[in-house]
């Protein structure tokens, strides 16, 4: 089945140890992006690539980083210059330009302690 | 991308139509509305879209005034399982969907 797949669930770090979420879609989406949402708060835009190679800051990239090597995956590193990284992480992926069609993973829980 | 204005909260008896306001007046020409939803705790998910007509789908429809200004989301027959935050897009050149507070709908037996 085609989809987009988030992992772990459940992450647990100690702070200021960087960490990496994984993003994967099999859906041959040409953008991707990842979002972060807090208790009770919409989405918050971190990052977004359009294309292999390429990425663009979203509201809120202070404190993270992103690479796109592949067109299926698109990794998010929490770093410890973030200063509140406790959140609910969501990753998506959509045909560029056809946002009707954005996809979510199922999101991943990161506690920093 | 033009900013939207959404009730924080709104109940709806099982089985009536829910219907969701949503506010974007500085939308311009070329920026459709999306709606999207969130059922606690999992990804958002694709309801419907538009840009100047009335669309229909199978989970919805979607009513945009002749302005454009403001559009209502309903949802013909709500059951349980609709009960979640809501959220109204206004996006266009950018390609960038931005999410607001959203509304939060309790669907109550």
């Known amino acids: 089945d085609g989809g987009i797949t988030q992992s772990p669930k459940y992450l647990f770090r100690k702070e200021g140890q960087n960490v990496t979420l994984s993003c994967e879609q099999n859906?041959?989406?040409?953008?991707m992006y990842w979002y972060r949402q807090d208790p009770g708060q919409g989405l918050r835009l971190i990052y977004y690539s359009q294309i292999v190679n390429d990425f663009q800051k979203g509201d809120i990239a202070e404190g993270y980083s992103v690479s796109r090597e592949k067109k299926e995956s698109f990794p998010l590193t929490v770093t410890s210059a973030q200063k509140n990284p406790t959140a609910f992480y969501l990753c998506a992926s959509s045909i560029e330009g056809v946002l009707r069609e954005a996809f979510f993973g199922q999101g991943t829980r990161l506690t920093v302690v | 991308d033009a900013k939207t204005t959404q009730p924080p909260s709104m109940d709806c008896a099982e089985g009536r139509a829910a219907n969701l306001p949503c506010n974007h007046s500085?939308?311009?020409?070329?920026?459709?509305v999306y709606w999207y939803r969130q059922i606690h705790s999992q990804g958002p998910q694709y309801i419907i879209h538009?840009?100047?007509n009335n669309e229909t789908n199978e989970m919805a429809s979607l009513i945009i005034t002749e302005d454009r200004k403001s559009s209502t989301l309903i949802l013909p027959h709500a059951t349980l399982r609709d009960t979640a935050v809501y959220y109204c897009i206004v996006s266009g050149a950018t390609n960038k969907l931005i999410f607001g507070t959203g509304t939060l709908l309790a669907v109550q037996p």
């Open positions: 538009g840009l100047k």
């Open positions: 500085t939308i311009s020409g070329n920026e459709y």
């Open positions: 859906l041959n989406h040409d953008a």
